[in-house]
């Protein structure tokens, strides 16, 4: 390894045994602190930080086995160069040395953008594989970005609600979520926490405890809906115009806190006048729901205090997401809840941060103006024959699994003339596509700093051990594949500490009182946001007007009405009668509790729970169909199908079929997951994807 890799720096001692401070780095709102224990330069345990305030001394249990991963029999460690055909079962690995493998990568790049395609038709494909600020955007940016290869518009999973809230709050601010555990009436809106938030979840249990009320907004009664006082099952996608409801009630009614919505809100009057046809009942029959549920709602909302929302991303994946997020957005401002520290909404803490992305990844190498692709429709670009790709490198993400519209994407990966590069720890569903493959270190083996979206505190990522066989860190990979194309910017040669301080050294009060020494050792800062405060008791929010927007000039900036409104899902019986006669049934594919997304999913203990795919199905929709419990079923629509086992019961609502997600297609008896039947069309605002906008018909698998 060259001077340069200092990811290969072990802070572990050879003898005895050392505590390393780590961050969890998988895509979730918690982003634990943990500490690795080291004895004789192997990883001998993994546990949760017992100082970090939020992470308390507990991980998660798919990431307290986070050894099982670094260690995995299955895990790659060598390069592998293909041999024969692409796809699953097809072809055959054959291990080749670094300078090879990055060799052909440089060749093939420069006979690329030496052809009339030019140098975007590369495409880099990476998403939160790790959500390290290193590991995540760095190097590897600044390299794409000085090559000019396309763009990839990294939407697959947050930017409609993001852009939602920041139509109303100005960015992805919030409530802290420390806080929640002081609030008296707690809505989970398209939230599942204890599969997705453990930790926000311990904090809604000692406010349980304290005598709050928790009701869950989910058309399908997940884990923590199951937990709850009151489980609101609304039809998918229809969230928006059960907040103009609310909004009706707490309006007609005179439910609102005046003196703050004077003071602090823009648009008032206006909105008044939207939501005077939002009657309950409209809305109940949209939501699939009784008005006096909605009715019920308001007046508690109104009456109890501290409450909070917890907003989360299972609402946004829908046609209309980003107008929902936006509305919803708006009912703290009405009842006067952001007063209290625990009173509020929460989507996302992203933007209480001001990591210095642009020096970490440097758009202004680029020689020009550059294509964007969207990642949602990786399976359209890849059979685009306009212009066509050539060439894409996967690191950070599992397109084939996590993409929607699967056999898109797999007949697009499966082109002849396709160069595909996959850098990844194992070999996952897209790898089976890759001309070559790259070993990646895990966590344990680099350098990095996290920022979280569900917490305040900036948390350090200490190598615990040096890199596993021949795995190298995505900076590491990308500074060496950079000196391979010649590119002598010195950005090329920043050392991974380089990296961590230029992150958070952008001179913003934000990131006041946080540096990289203080943050390595020890191992995570909070924010300098005071403990226990209502930031927006008095305004101050992050919007033009610094005040809550219920009318927004950034809204119609968007192509959105300038006030809230209802924009319904794409596919369903109101939108589309003639489709939704064929496949009448509306399905979810959210996270399964012992994945992350596709990782994991090749781990024992996902395989053990597990076993197979299923489908949740409601006793009426069984009957008519003749599926009983543990019938083989196909779930099928115009984009294709999959198979699942049945579990039919009442947890997903009359209408709705829910599939734990996300299966590695290799993995399920048919080769296929939920994402042969999703749609790549995109969100109103935002450009997001729509798992869960998806109509299906159901029927059983002939014996
Ligand atoms: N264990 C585990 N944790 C994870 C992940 C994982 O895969 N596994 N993934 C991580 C990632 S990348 C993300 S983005 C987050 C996602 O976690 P969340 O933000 O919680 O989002 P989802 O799990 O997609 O959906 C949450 C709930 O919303 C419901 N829902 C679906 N459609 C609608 C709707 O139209 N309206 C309403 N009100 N509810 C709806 C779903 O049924 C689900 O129960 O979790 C992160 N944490
Ligand atoms: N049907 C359906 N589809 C969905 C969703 C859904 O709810 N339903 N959720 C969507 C959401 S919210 C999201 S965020 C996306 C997630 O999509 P992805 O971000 O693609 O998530 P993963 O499936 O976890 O794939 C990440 C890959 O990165 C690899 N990896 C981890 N660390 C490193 C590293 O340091 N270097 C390199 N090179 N690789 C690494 C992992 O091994 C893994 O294979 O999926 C989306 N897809
Ligand atoms: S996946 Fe989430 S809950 Fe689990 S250890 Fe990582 S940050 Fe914590
Ligand atoms: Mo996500």
Redesign the pocket.
């Known amino acids: 390894m060259g001077a340069q890799d200092d990811n290969s720096v072990q802070v572990a001692g050879s003898a005895g045994e050392t505590v390393v401070r780590a961050a969890c780095?998988?895509?979730c709102p918690d982003t634990c602190a943990m500490e690795i224990t080291v004895r004789d330069g192997r990883a001998v345990q993994v546990r949760g930080a017992a100082d970090h305030p939020f992470t308390a001394g507990v991980l998660c249990t798919k990431v307290s086995r986070y050894l099982e991963r670094t260690y995995a029999r299955d895990r790659v460690l060598h390069p592998l160069r293909r041999v024969g055909g692409k796809g699953p079962g097809r072809g055959h690995w054959e291990q080749v040395s670094w300078d090879e493998a990055l060799d052909t990568i440089a060749d093939r790049f420069r006979q690329i953008i030496a052809s009339p395609g030019g140098a975007q038709a590369i495409l880099p494909y990476?998403?939160?594989?790790?959500m390290?600020m290193l590991?995540g955007s760095s190097m590897d940016r600044r390299f794409f970005n000085r090559l000019g290869a396309a763009d990839l518009e990294r939407t697959?999973?947050?930017s409609a609600g993001k852009a939602g809230v920041t139509i109303t709050l100005g960015g992805g601010v919030g409530t802290d979520p420390e806080c929640f555990e002081d609030a008296r009436l707690i809505l989970i809106w398209g939230s599942n926490p204890i599969t997705s938030n453990l930790h926000l979840w311990t904090r809604l249990q000692v406010a349980k405890r304290r005598g709050a009320r928790l009701i869950a907004i989910d058309p399908f009664r997940s884990l923590t809906a199951e937990h709850c006082h009151q489980h609101i099952a609304l039809r998918p996608g229809t969230d928006g115009a059960l907040a103009l409801a609310l909004m009706h009630v707490l309006i007609a009614e005179d439910r609102i806190d005046h003196e703050w919505v004077a003071a602090h809100t823009v648009g008032y009057e206006p909105l008044a006048a939207r939501v005077r046809d939002w009657t309950p009942e409209r809305a109940a029959a949209i939501c699939g729901l009784d008005a006096q549920v909605i009715v019920d709602l308001a007046r508690e909302y109104a009456s109890v205090r501290p409450s909070v929302i917890r907003l989360n991303?299972?609402m946004q994946?829908n046609h209309g997401g980003g107008m929902a997020a936006r509305t919803i957005a708006c009912l703290p401002a009405l009842v006067g809840a952001w007063r209290d520290p625990a009173g509020g909404v929460l989507l996302t803490t992203g933007d209480f941060y001001a990591m210095d992305h642009k020096t970490l990844e440097r758009p202004d190498l680029r020689p020009g103006p550059v294509r964007s692709i969207n990642m949602c429709a990786i399976g359209d670009a890849l059979l685009d024959t306009t212009a066509p790709v050539q060439a894409v490198f996967v690191?950070?993400?599992?397109?084939l699994?996590?993409?929607?519209d699967s056999s898109r994407v797999a007949a697009g990966f499966q082109r002849d003339d396709l160069f595909c590069v996959v850098?990844?720890?194992?070999i996952?569903d897209?790898a089976d596509y890759a001309d070559l493959f790259?070993p990646?270190?895990?966590?344990l083996e680099?350098w990095d700093v996290h920022k979280s979206y569900g917490h305040l505190y900036v948390v350090a990522n200490n190598p615990a051990i040096a890199p596993c066989g021949e795995a190298m860190?995505?900076v590491a990979?990308f500074r060496r594949l950079a000196q391979k194309m010649g590119f002598d910017d010195p950005c090329f040669a920043d050392s991974d500490e380089d990296l961590c301080r230029q992150a958070l050294g952008r001179a913003d009060p934000r990131m006041a009182g946080i540096d990289w020494e203080t943050l390595k050792a020890a191992g995570w800062q909070r924010l300098p946001v005071p403990p226990r405060s209502a930031p927006f008791a008095k305004g101050g929010f992050p919007t033009p007007s610094g005040k809550v927007e219920f009318e927004s000039a950034l809204a119609v900036a968007l192509g959105l009405d300038a006030l809230p409104d209802y924009i319904p899902p794409r596919e369903s019986a109101d939108t589309d009668p003639a489709l939704a006669s064929r496949y009448p049934l509306a399905m979810l594919?959210?996270?399964h509790r012992h994945a992350?997304?596709?990782?994991f999913v090749n781990q024992a203990l996902f395989l053990a729970t597990e076993r197979e795919p299923h489908l949740e199905m409601n006793h009426a929709d069984a009957l008519a169909r003749g599926i009983e419990e543990g019938s083989l079923v196909r779930i099928f629509n115009d984009r294709g199908s999959f198979q699942a086992r049945a579990r039919v019961g009442d947890s997903a609502r009359e209408g709705v079929v829910v599939?734990l997600?996300?299966w590695w297609r290799k993995l399920a008896p048919d080769g296929r997951?939920?994402?042969e039947v999703?749609s790549q069309a995109l969100t109103d605002i935002g450009a997001g994807?729509t798992?869960?906008d998806c109509l299906v018909q159901v029927e059983r698998v002939a014996r």
């Open positions: 780095p998988h895509d990476s998403y939160a594989g790790t390290g590991q697959i999973c947050s991303y299972g994946r690191y950070n993400s599992n397109p699994a996590v993409a929607p850098h990844d720890v194992f996952t897209t790259l990646a270190t895990t966590q680099h860190s995505n990979l594919s959210p996270p992350l997304n596709s990782s599939a997600s996300l997951n939920a994402n999703t994807a798992f869960y």
